[in-house]
């Protein structure tokens, strides 16, 4: 497209923030950008196109079907732009490779955590770029080419993307050692529905996870305080706020280092799949790959 050809890189990386928050204004805030340079940049794009790339809506944009093909080759030109610059640099700084990563939190502790480190010390040459993110936030990286490889645990839909098992986890239930709970070896989930709960923020796996459960069984869970990490989920169980729910292995040590319990929950969806996610039918730089391979076989 002529477009994508006779405009610089602050336009298209405009152009793809209008489709990715659906608002012209967040885009130009986003880039740094007076509103008025921004809707100029987008006509532009649009003349050059011939036709327009995004449909004006009362509250907000969306890509025209033409504005969709034009945003998958603008992802694919900036993230080879960015390539460009990162292989430069490390060039200068004698890395001979550089893998972007997003992962989330659970994928981190159970076992990825680890896997990079061991990976590092054996490839000093190769830089890491690591984003811990939410499992739906690394589903979108990797869908938009801001990752090259995303770590997740499995349960939503996810197009366009290969998926590969990678490892397990267990989900257990965190409870002060004074709770009733707190002398029982199991717990079925029903039984845990009528108590408070410290919940991890919306578009987490867990608490998108343990939300559809509870509606499955008719109920809604008491969440009384909603946390963004594991560390201060515990430090809020352990003030007697409420439940948690969490992986056994990120639970342990904080469960020890605050003396809380925990209790196995005993559900068959308790047992998580833990995949690697990468864009289908894209050939990975030499990095990558060796990352990849050595993920699957460690």
């Not at 480190?117 to 490839?123: I, P, V």
Request: with cysteine.
């Amino acid at each position: 497209m002529r477009a994508m050809l006779h405009h610089d890189l602050q336009s298209l990386r405009l152009f793809v923030a209008v489709c990715e928050t659906r608002s012209l204004s967040k885009a130009a805030e986003r880039m740094n950008l007076a509103l008025s340079a921004a809707s100029r940049r987008l006509r532009l794009l649009e003349e050059e196109a011939g036709m327009p790339l995004v449909r004006r809506l009362p509250h907000g944009v969306e890509p025209t079907m033409a504005g969709q093909t034009a945003l998958s080759y603008a992802q694919s030109v900036l993230m080879l732009a960015d390539r460009y610059v990162a292989g430069l640099a490390d060039h200068r700084s004698g890395a001979r490779g550089r893998v972007r990563v997003s992962a989330s939190s659970s994928a981190l502790v159970e076992r990825l955590a680890t896997d990079l480190a061991d990976f590092a010390k054996r490839h000093p040459d190769i830089r890491i770029d690591l984003e811990e993110q939410p499992t739906a936030d690394t589903i979108a990286a990797v869908t938009r080419k801001q990752a090259d490889l995303g770590v997740i645990v499995r349960g939503q839909a996810v197009e366009g993307l290969t998926l590969l098992p990678y490892s397990t986890d267990r989900l257990s239930v965190v409870v002060r050692s004074d709770h009733p709970l707190a002398d029982r070896a199991a717990v079925a989930f029903s039984d845990l529905l009528d108590e408070d709960f410290v919940a991890l923020e919306a578009g987490t796996a867990v608490n998108r996870l343990v939300m559809e459960r509870a509606r499955e069984l008719g109920r809604f869970l008491k969440v009384r305080v909603q946390v963004r990490s594991f560390e201060v989920m515990c430090q809020m169980v352990h003030h007697g706020l409420g439940i948690g729910i969490l992986p056994e292995a990120a639970l342990r040590p904080l469960a020890t280092a605050l003396g809380l319990t925990l209790v196995r929950l005993e559900e068959t969806w308790a047992a998580r799949e833990i995949a690697i996610c990468l864009r289908e039918n894209e050939e990975l730089p030499s990095a990558t790959r060796r990352l990849l391979d050595e993920l699957l076989t460690s």
